[in-house]
């Protein structure tokens, strides 16, 4: 990957920061020869693919725009965890290297992006939550499985959040998530791993940290 964003430097107009040959790797990673692939090797792989590409272009790089685009609309389109958890970990924390940037090189485009896959995710998460204190769920430990393999990718989505856009309603849906998480973990009466019991509660842990350091909590 690196040798080729050197190569399409080298042969591209630098002034627009176009690479050609980047483009079209992309564009095949996040198709179904990607990360929609019906093979969950694959789909891994290429999540990884795709995170080592952020992590190898230039700031001022446009397709670091594109690549946020790709990557938000990829998570939408996990309603049904079609993406194993490992892929998704990527995407996301793909997502959150590219918010870390400095804001300086940062588009205002990126930032928006960024704001709506988390809202997103965040919505998604909760339901998920809420499905579970519903007594009549069928399958509660997959479900189970499901919310704790995503929760290091909330907290990666929160840590690379400005304080700026941490706009009211996102606070409420991290308060909301927090309640529902504690809800869960003091019913005794919900049949869980001790795994996925520490995972909740860990999470609740590093989101009151998170949370009091953009001063938005006061202990």
Do not use: W
Request: aromatic fraction near 6%; proline fraction near 3%.
């Amino acid at each position: 990957i690196k040798q080729t964003i050197t190569l399409d430097k080298t042969t591209s107009n630098p002034d627009l920061n176009n690479y050609p040959t980047v483009n079209r790797i992309v564009t095949i990673l996040v198709s179904n020869r990607g990360v929609r692939h019906k093979d969950i090797q694959v789909r891994s792989r290429a999540a990884y693919a795709i995170y080592k590409i952020c992590e190898s272009l230039d700031n001022e790089s446009y397709q670091l725009i594109s690549l946020v685009d790709s990557l938000s609309n990829l998570i939408s389109f996990d309603q049904s965890s079609l993406l194993p958890s490992t892929a998704e970990l990527y995407l996301v924390e793909s997502i959150a290297m590219i918010t870390n940037r400095p804001a300086s090189v940062t588009s205002e485009s990126i930032r928006s992006n960024q704001l709506k896959l988390f809202h997103h995710f965040i919505t998604l998460l909760i339901n998920q939550l809420d499905s579970l204190l519903v007594n009549n769920v069928t399958n509660q430990q997959s479900v189970y499985e499901l919310v704790s393999n995503r929760l290091d990718a909330l907290v990666s989505l929160t840590k690379s959040f400005p304080q700026s856009h941490l706009t009211p309603e996102i606070q409420d849906c991290l308060e909301y998530s927090g309640n529902i998480l504690s809800r869960i973990t003091a019913n005794n009466q919900l049949v869980v791993s001790i795994t996925i019991r520490h995972s909740i509660i860990s999470y609740l842990h590093r989101l009151l940290v998170i949370l009091k350091d953009k001063s938005l909590l006061v202990l």
